[in-house]
């Protein structure tokens, strides 16, 4: 294939997925279909298929586009070189912070996931990769954890799994609680106070010996 054509066809590409997440974001995932993608990016249906075999292929390509610019940084904190594994970590989540607060295309791929993709049947393949997306997300923050916790930086006996949890909840609290209430919720300051929080008490509160100092409390 010609360099022009493969540019062309990436191209399109891009397109396809910019024109997913309009249609995606005003109708929802459910109620979208390929026509209505092809019809937003003026192509024809069989453009479509060339590219992605159903509309949750299109779903996770916006997702993984969000996520791609994040790899770096993993893969930093992750390298055993690294001789600061916790501030990388610090900085990835505050990028992702001001990531989702100044960037309209990144936070409208946030409400599409958060908000516009119904759980429903149909959907049951793209709640799959939901699930999945959750998962690799938790075993690249247990492998932050472990990193941090490798150099010294947090405690030998620290729960991990607790760790990985409680940043889930409150990470996805704060998107969630800025999406559906975007005039009450400062995003921006909430997010940010939330990682200052979560990275004061990891210390204190998820090392083993924690949990029998709060039962006896």
């Known amino acids: ?13 891009e397109t396809l997925i910019e024109a997913a997440e309009v249609v995606f974001h005003r109708k929802g995932v459910s109620a979208s279909s390929l026509n209505d993608i092809a019809k937003e990016a003026g192509v024809t249906r069989g453009a479509v298929y060339w590219h992605f075999k159903n509309k949750h292929d299109i779903f996770q390509a916006i997702v993984d586009r969000l996520l791609a610019p994040l790899d770096a940084l993993h893969d930093q904190i992750e390298d055993p070189s690294e001789p600061d594994p916790l501030s990388r970590f610090r ?3 505050e990028y992702l912070t001001l990531e989702i607060a100044r960037d309209p295309r990144r936070r409208r791929g946030f409400e599409i996931a958060f908000l516009k993709c119904e759980q429903t049947e149909a959907n049951a393949m793209l709640n799959e990769r939901h699930r999945q997306n959750y998962l690799d997300g938790s075993e690249r923050i247990r492998k932050a954890l472990e990193a941090a916790v ?3 930086q947090l405690p030998a ?4 799994e607790r760790g990985v949890a409680h940043l889930h909840i409150q990470l996805t609290g704060i998107i969630y609680l800025w999406l559906v209430l975007p005039d009450v919720i400062d995003f921006k300051k909430e997010a940010l106070h939330m990682i200052d929080s979560f990275f004061l008490t990891i210390k204190q509160n998820f090392g083993s010996h924690s949990e029998g100092e709060n039962e006896s409390q």
């Not at 022009?4 to 590409?13: D, F, I, V, W, Y």
């Not at 006996?157 to 991990?160: C, E, R």
């Open 1 to 13: 294939m010609p360099r022009r054509t493969k540019e062309e066809a990436l191209q399109t590409r």
């Open 91 to 93: 900085e990835l989540l």
């Open 150 to 152: 490798n150099k010294g």
């Open 157 to 160: 006996d620290l729960d991990i």
